[in-house]
């Protein structure tokens, strides 16, 4: 185990001796040590397919809005997430990343907005391999990608013009997430505006009594930023913009769009998700092969 990662886990602990709460990344108040992890325990079971680190990474958690996070990665520089987190082997602790999760996104996205797609002017904050815009693009749609650690295709004359930004699967990923919104709110339109967001909450996962068990609890997927619904609403409101969250996984953050129209685009695609799972379904169990013989 590298060193530099050892001397960073000594200088937290040292410094929780002396000092052991925290600042609220989200709403400034205060937040006292939840538990800890081990460094590379992933989403993917088994938590540790070889030895732990044995390195501990501290999530603290706020008394007050319910965000979790850890300061472990608070310095870390571009190399040193591309070196131990972003690295060759995270195809391995994230098989979806490249092919799975980007066809399922895209798909998701196309139903939400394909009774709206001439007037759709789009960015994948946070789009890993850049297949999802891809996807998109091929699809009809105007959608560019962005990633700090993955392929960009974003077109500098269109900030402020992005009307739509997915981040699916990006907020947990980050070390300063308002710093993070303000990023992406800078590159929007500033009128009207759609985020969807997908991040886990941590609401009917996480209690006082029990330890940090929850899979989504992992550093070595980069998971550091783990929010409640609470939190997440408090972090849409610092930006001007409200939230709206459909499951546990699915929030939207809202500029100048009515409920009405959220929720025509939300009931729309949830249809054209059940008719696709029913068309699978169907294509699965139907006897094509007879019916083509006879």
Same mark, same amino acid.
């Given at each position: 185990?590298?060193?530099?990662?050892?001397?960073?886990? %000594?200088?937290?602990l040292?410094?929780?001796? %002396? &000092?052991?709460?925290? +600042?609220? @990344?989200?709403?400034?108040?205060?937040?006292?040590?939840?538990?800890?992890v081990d460094?590379? !325990?992933?989403?993917?079971?088994?938590?540790?397919?070889?030895?732990? $680190?044995?390195?501990? /990474?501290?999530? &603290?958690?706020c008394?007050?809005?319910?965000?979790?996070? %850890?300061?472990?990665? *608070?310095?870390?520089?571009?190399?040193?997430?591309? !070196?131990?987190?972003?690295?060759?082997?995270?195809?391995?602790?994230?098989?979806?990343?490249?092919?799975?999760?980007? @066809?399922?996104?895209?798909?998701?996205?196309d139903?939400?907005?394909?009774? @709206?797609?001439? $007037? /759709?002017? =789009?960015? *994948?904050?946070?789009?890993?391999?850049? /297949? +999802?815009?891809?996807?998109?693009?091929?699809?009809?749609?105007?959608?560019?990608?962005?990633?700090?650690?993955?392929?960009?295709?974003? *077109?500098?004359?269109?900030?402020?013009?992005?009307?739509?930004?997915?981040?699916?699967?990006?907020?947990? &990923?980050?070390?300063d997430?308002? =710093?993070?919104?303000?990023?992406?709110?800078?590159?929007?339109?500033?009128d009207?505006?759609?985020?969807?967001?997908?991040?886990?909450?941590?609401?009917?996962?996480?209690?006082?009594?029990?330890?940090?068990?929850?899979?989504?609890?992992?550093?070595?997927?980069?998971?550091?930023?783990?929010?409640s619904?609470?939190?997440?609403?408090?972090?849409a409101?610092?930006?001007?913009?409200?939230?709206?969250? #459909?499951?546990?996984?699915?929030?939207? #953050?809202?500029?100048?769009i009515?409920?009405?129209?959220?929720? #025509?685009?939300?009931?729309?695609?949830?249809? #054209?998700?059940k008719?696709?799972?029913?068309?699978? @379904?169907l294509?699965?169990?139907?006897?094509?092969?007879?019916?083509? !013989?006879?």
């Amino acid at each position: 185990m590298d060193d530099s990662l050892i001397a960073r886990a %000594t200088s937290e602990l040292l410094r929780y001796r %002396t &000092h052991q709460e925290a +600042t609220c @990344k989200i709403c400034e108040s205060t937040a006292i040590p939840f538990d800890m992890v081990d460094l590379l !325990k992933q989403c993917e079971t088994p938590f540790y397919p070889d030895t732990p $680190s044995l390195i501990p /990474v501290i999530y &603290h958690r706020c008394t007050t809005c319910g965000f979790i996070f %850890t300061t472990y990665f *608070d310095e870390f520089s571009g190399e040193m997430w591309r !070196k131990h987190i972003y690295n060759s082997d995270y195809i391995k602790v994230d098989p979806e990343y490249l092919d799975a999760r980007p @066809k399922r996104n895209s798909f998701f996205i196309d139903t939400l907005l394909s009774a @709206k797609k001439t $007037s /759709v002017i =789009g960015i *994948d904050y946070g789009g890993g391999n850049g /297949v +999802t815009a891809e996807i998109l693009r091929g699809l009809g749609y105007e959608y560019d990608s962005y990633d700090p650690y993955g392929t960009s295709s974003m *077109d500098n004359t269109k900030i402020g013009s992005y009307n739509f930004c997915s981040a699916i699967e990006v907020l947990e &990923h980050a070390p300063d997430p308002v =710093g993070l919104m303000a990023d992406l709110v800078g590159l929007a339109n500033h009128d009207r505006l759609i985020v969807l967001i997908g991040t886990c909450t941590s609401d009917r996962a996480v209690t006082n009594g029990q330890r940090l068990s929850w899979w989504y609890a992992a550093p070595r997927n980069g998971h550091i930023s783990l929010f409640s619904e609470n939190s997440l609403s408090i972090l849409a409101k610092r930006f001007g913009l409200e939230c709206h969250s #459909f499951s546990q996984s699915i929030h939207i #953050f809202t500029r100048n769009i009515s409920d009405k129209e959220l929720s #025509f685009l939300w009931l729309r695609g949830r249809v #054209f998700r059940k008719l696709n799972t029913m068309r699978n @379904k169907l294509l699965r169990q139907w006897p094509f092969d007879l019916w083509l !013989k006879g």
